[in-house]
């Protein structure tokens, strides 16, 4: 662990204050995303979807953020997974989004809802041919007994649509959206006295900021 104890950087990347951000958190996330992508940072998508059981305990695994619209984001999975019943029992999230080269992140809280059939088809239909045979050959998140079982699994799957053009969506899989009451962005400064910049609905149609201590 001694490397672990020992790892510390400073952050100087950068700065933010209120006039740096925009009025409305998905449009302040649509610019970081931008230059995330702008710094050819690898998955600059990738945020950690976090989800509490029947029980209210935690739970966390990454996904891919595949859209932000006027007011939610949207990312896809296998409903029938655990982060599924989990969503299904407590339908609330939390997010987070972490690109390090710019030493940013950002935090997301919201209720979440299951994107409607169109929206669902609409971007299983975008997959590629192998994904999409992946997730009718996956029920995610049940044990299986081995790694040749479920390639076994897989090639059923690939004979059953062999020949299949348009592969369809399996019934489970299918799109999230959680709409934010609270959005936390955070940049890096040095020797930890790093922005916060908190932003939650000021009750009157548009978001109040409040910075937050370190
Ligand atoms: C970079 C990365 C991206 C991922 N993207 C997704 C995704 O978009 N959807 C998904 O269901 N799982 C994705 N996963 C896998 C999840 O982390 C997780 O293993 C899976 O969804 C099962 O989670 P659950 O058992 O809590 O439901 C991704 C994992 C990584 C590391």
């Known amino acids: 662990m001694d490397a672990v104890e020992r790892s510390r950087r400073d952050y100087a990347v950068g700065s933010l204050g209120r006039a740096d951000l925009a009025e ?13 992508v702008a710094a050819d940072i690898d998955e600059p998508n990738a945020m950690t979807l976090a989800t509490v059981d029947a029980d209210g305990r935690p739970d966390a695994r990454v996904v891919l953020l595949r859209g932000i619209r006027a007011e939610d984001v949207v990312w896809f999975t296998d409903r029938s997974s655990t982060k599924g019943a989990q969503l299904a029992a407590a339908p609330h999230a939390a997010l987070v989004l972490h690109w390090q080269p710019l030493e940013r992140q950002v935090r997301l809280r919201g209720p979440v809802v299951a994107l ?3 929206a669902s088809d609409a971007y299983f239909a975008s997959r590629p041919r192998g994904s999409r045979l992946s997730a009718w050959a996956s029920r995610q998140s049940r044990p299986v007994a081995s790694r040749a079982a479920y390639e076994a699994v897989v ?5 059953r649509f062999d ?4 592969v369809p969506r399996p019934p489970d899989w299918g799109g999230y959206a959680l709409t934010p009451v609270e959005v936390e962005f955070w940049q890096g400064r040095r020797s930890r006295r790093h922005d916060r910049l908190r932003m939650r609905p000021d009750g009157a149609g548009g978001w109040a ?6």
């Open 24 to 36: 409305h958190p998905l449009r302040q996330l649509e610019r970081w995303v931008a230059d995330a």
């Open 209 to 214: 900021v409040e910075r937050l201590q370190p």
């Open 155 to 159: 090639a059923e799957v690939e004979a």
């Open 163 to 166: 020949g299949v053009e348009d």
């Open 116 to 118: 409607d059939d169109a």
